[in-house]
């Protein structure tokens, strides 16, 4: 799963290269987007700035309630399940990237290891949105099995990967055509496995669900 990507581009860039309405005054997120931390989506043919993670409520083994877990990716086999439905139906996004990141090594000395699309400085994977009483709008980037991808050597899942000819069909078409899009990507993946240390905390604390 991804806990951690890499985001470049600033709002006026990225509105630019997606054909798409920049929030005014800016938007506040950082180069490297991590669960419960803000990143920008496409939505509704805006730029927007959410919180990367739908809301899981927690509780504790006495009944208390817990803060709740940021669920920061979505399994394409489980989009049509409550937790997921309504937002898949009725506001899917797209999430702009230039680079996901996997942890690789043992434990305790895991390593950052950074994967994109050779040739290109921002793409597109798919996402689901919604509004929440404990992040706000909030999103979660769905993920689907990377078999026959050149991802596969580093985790069993990756990203939806968009291609820009796909991008009105995830955010318009009905949910069945929408989840035909949701197979690992068929073209060329850059691999760039490196020695910075795997950050623990924020890039630890997301989920799959």
């Known amino acids: 799963m ?3 990507y890499r985001m470049t581009k600033n709002t006026d860039e990225v509105a630019q290269w997606f ?9 506040n997120f950082a180069a490297e987007v991590y669960p419960g931390y803000p990143g920008l989506v496409i939505a509704g043919g805006h730029v927007r700035s959410m ?41 899917r996004c797209l999430i702009p990237i230039s680079a ?7 434990k305790g000395s895991k390593t950052r290891t950074w994967m994109s699309l050779p040739g290109a ?13 404990e992040f706000g709008p909030c999103y979660s980037m769905v993920m689907t099995d990377s078999a026959g991808s050149a991802a596969q050597d580093v985790h069993s899942r990756m990203p939806v990967v968009l ?3 796909d991008y009105g069909l995830w ?12 197979s690992a990507w068929s073209g060329a993946i850059s ?3 490196t020695d910075q240390p795997w950050a623990g905390g924020a890039a630890a604390q997301g989920g799959l669900f």
């Open 171 to 182: 955010l318009s078409a009905p949910a069945q055509e929408a989840k035909a899009l949701c």
């Open 19 to 27: 054909d798409a309405i920049a929030v005014q005054g800016g938007a």
């Open 191 to 193: 691999i760039d496995r």
């Open 100 to 106: 996901w990141a996997e942890a690789q090594g043992a």
């Open 2 to 4: 991804c806990n951690l």
């Open 51 to 91: 919180s990367w993670g739908f809301p899981l409520v927690m509780k504790g083994k006495s009944g208390q309630m817990l803060k709740p877990k940021p669920v920061n990716n979505a399994r394409t086999d489980k989009l049509e399940t409550y937790f997921w439905r309504h937002a898949f139906e009725n506001h």
């Open 163 to 165: 291609a820009p000819e």
């Open 121 to 133: 400085d921002l793409f597109a994977c798919a996402g689901v949105w919604r509004e929440s009483d």
